[in-house]
């Protein structure tokens, strides 16, 4: 093995490290982004059924429906 096949070999080994790396480093990221969409998601979730029961213990038919109807989107998930 000559000079530059070992030099061209080190090369590559220090690219596909550094593409591995990059790789983790978005899937890290990626993760957590995730996590955190779903706990901001539960927290809106959570607030908007106390303010359901809320206006249910007010009495408050009308806020009541429109709190319904923002609650929708949370339903299926």
């Known amino acids: 093995m000559n000079k530059h ?3 061209f070999q080190a090369k590559m080994k220090e690219q596909a490290q550094q593409k591995q ?3 983790e480093q978005f899937f890290v990221s990626l993760a957590a982004q995730l996590i955190l ?3 901001f998601f539960e927290h809106q979730r959570e607030k908007l ?3 359901i029961d809320e206006a249910l213990a007010r009495n408050d038919y009308k806020s009541f429906l429109e ?3 923002k609650y929708r989107r949370y339903q299926d998930n």
């Open 5 to 7: 096949t070992s030099s």
């Open 21 to 23: 790396k990059r790789a």
């Open 49 to 51: 059924l106390v303010q």
């Open 37 to 39: 969409d779903e706990a």
């Open 67 to 69: 709190l319904s109807e």
